[in-house]
């Protein structure tokens, strides 16, 4: 079959109209995504007629990776099978290529991450050069080195970090507590900060917060997320950052680096791994995507 001659898709367009009682907005949309697809196969010269389940994903990929929602590439797929089942009811074609592609709405949200240079610019944003930078030098350098949620860094109080053996306690969701390590850089920035910037914000007063805002009182969500947001532009980033971000990163990290999901998983403070393979999810789409970058038949 040759989309050239475009008859297959007018009698397609009719059949919806006489058969199925559709409106014409409604056709006109079905063939508009139609439309689409055969000037895609274009490109890899390929037909409606003899496209492969692999040219459809391919397309699909395109449109994900131009912005086009999930919601957009669904009702296309849908479009596709429509046609495809038609072809076949027709005796037209035999294979139905949409076969087997999963729905675009089941497409699970990959988590934005901070890559290994983004993470050092980031983290050494901070001069230190006053209370304020030390501070904040220690909040960054905890964040990433536990990948706590922005709340739980906010909460910690002195009693819940101990330096001497390395690692914190955290209180998480569920009221659950966690022990999670920080490692030697954390450790010799939570010092600096202890001895020589946290006491500027007490002001003769006494919290039993770890990290204090300019008035001596607990760090805010709102605070700290200005912390990064202040930082992120000093350093360049300029993809969206939330503590969150460098929550993903850390954990991305760890896996990239051979850690194993049950050790990550512990460290996040997931109830069920389920949430943490997300993250496996990340390491194989960027192999994915460095393989169609650099691989001369991707």
């Known amino acids: 079959m040759s989309e050239g001659k475009n008859s297959f898709v007018r009698i397609y367009a009719d059949f919806l109209v006489s058969e199925k009682g559709l409106s014409h907005n409604t056709v006109s949309s079905y063939v508009s995504d139609i439309a689409k ?10 037909s409606l007629g003899d496209a492969s389940r692999e040219d459809l994903l391919k397309i699909m990929r395109r449109m994900k990776e131009s912005g086009l929602s999930s919601r957009s590439i669904a009702r ?6 429509q046609f495809y089942k038609f072809l076949i009811s027709e005796q037209i074609i035999k ?16 988590p934005e991450f901070l ?18 930078e030390l501070r904040d030098k220690a909040m960054l350098e905890t964040l ?7 709340s739980e860094i906010i909460s910690l109080e002195l009693k819940d970090v ?3 053996a390395g690692f914190l306690t955290c209180m998480g969701k569920g009221s659950k507590e966690r022990i999670v390590p920080i490692g030697d850089t954390c450790t010799a920035i939570l010092r600096i900060y202890l001895s020589q910037g946290r006491r500027h914000f007490l002001n003769k007063r006494a919290s039993p917060f770890l990290f204090l805002n300019s008035r001596g009182g607990k760090m805010t969500r709102q605070g700290f997320w200005k912390i990064i947001k202040k930082y992120a532009r000093q350093a360049g980033i300029t993809k ?12 991305t990290h760890l896996l990239a680096h051979g850690a194993d999901l049950r050790s990550v998983q512990m460290m996040l403070g997931h109830s069920d791994i389920s949430t943490t393979q997300i993250y496996t999810h990340i390491s194989r789409e960027r192999l994915k995507k460095i393989f169609r970058d650099f691989h001369p038949r991707a």
């Not at 296309?76 to 099978?81: A, D, H, K, T």
């Open 162 to 164: 101990k330096i001497d």
């Open 76 to 81: 296309w797929l849908v479009s596709l099978r």
């Open 144 to 150: 990433y080195a536990t990948g706590l949620r922005a």
């Open 95 to 110: 294979d139905n290529p949409t076969v087997n592609i999963e729905n675009p709405k089941t497409w699970k949200h990959l």
């Open 240 to 251: 969206p950052l939330s503590p969150h971000t460098v929550r993903h990163s850390f954990a």
């Open 115 to 132: 890559n290994y240079e983004e993470i050092e610019k980031l983290l050494n944003a901070p001069a230190m050069t006053n209370p304020s």
């Open 37 to 46: 697809a055969a000037e895609e196969l274009k490109k890899s010269r390929r």
